[in-house]
């Protein structure tokens, strides 16, 4: 799709999460993709099909790009969201190492840091905030539930013919669907908070994690505890200053869900983002 040049803004955005690709029947497949700009606000760019981009705009987190874009309107209410003009994707140098206790990427990812869920939902209800992230007091577990094993066989149908229609390599399988839904529970640092909370993780490393222990010879049980590993024991270990962006669901626009971890370790002084 073209867009005129007055709907089109030109961001700088450093990309702090990829959510898991899902097939389309319109856009073939898609991955959700947040971020922050130089001045710490959060940006959505959606949908972008991160396969079909060329090598040289594949980003990866924690680097700068910069895109024309045009703020979403319709059914995308959502404040932060963007629709990407994907072939103005341009890398700006490499990822921000985790040197130095992951200080560079604190400077932007925690500069607009939200206290809790409860803030996040009272900034949702005055000013639609759909994105952000926070410190939990405490996590508790990390669970799993078992979740449909296939994309629906009429979704897989209108994909297929959408990609006949434009003429796509028929070896391009869409992505495996995650057999299973996994939740971290935890507490908030607010006295809002009612004891714990349970939202759902869809960082895109958790399905290939789990996809990479599967091909590796691990039983779905197996793979689910490797994923219990790092997404918990690792991730949110006890020396970890562990925050968790989060975000809102296009479809459920009140449904907040875990969309990536911020893990550096724990110092002596906490991590204090300044931009200047």
């Known amino acids: ?4 040049c007055e709907m089109l803004e030109h961001l700088k955005v ?12 319109k856009y073939d497949e898609l991955v959700c993709t947040a971020g922050v700009t130089e001045a710490g606000d959060f940006v959505r760019l959606y949908p972008i099909n991160f396969r079909d981009l060329s090598y040289s705009q594949q980003y990866k987190k924690y680097q700068w790009l910069e895109v024309d874009a045009a703020k979403h309107t319709g059914r995308d209410s959502r404040k ?6 994907c072939d103005s994707i341009r890398l700006l140098g490499e990822p921000l190492l985790s040197k130095d206790n992951w200080v560079e990427r604190g400077r932007f990812a925690l500069a607009k840091c939200s206290q809790s869920m409860e803030e996040l939902y009272a900034k949702q209800n005055s000013d639609r905030t759909s994105l952000g992230i926070f410190k939990p007091k405490e996590v508790f577990d990390l669970m799993w539930v078992p979740s449909e094993p296939d994309w629906k066989p009429s979704f897989k149908a209108a994909l297929s013919q959408q990609r006949l229609w434009e003429n796509r390599k028929a070896s391009k399988e ?17 006295r809002r908070c009612k004891g714990s909370h349970r939202m759902m993780i869809e960082d895109w490393e958790v399905p290939a994690l789990y996809w990479n222990c599967v091909d590796d ?3 779905p049980t197996e793979a689910c505890q490797k994923v219990r590993l790092k997404f918990l024991e ?6 970890r200053d562990t925050h968790f962006y989060v975000g809102t669901i296009l479809a459920h626009p009140k449904t907040w869900v875990i969309i990536g ?3 550096p370790k724990k110092t002596t002084a906490p991590l204090q983002p300044s931009l200047f």
């Open 80 to 85: 932060e969201s963007y629709r990407p003009q």
């Open 14 to 25: 450093l990309i702090t999460v990829k959510t898991q690709p899902i097939p389309s029947s």
């Open 234 to 239: 690792q991730l949110c270990a006890s020396n």
């Open 1 to 4: 799709m073209l867009y005129t």
């Open 217 to 219: 010879g691990a039983s």
């Open 261 to 263: 971890v911020f893990y």
């Open 174 to 190: 869409p992505p495996r669907k995650l057999p299973w839904k996994f939740q971290y529970k935890f507490a908030c640092d607010d």
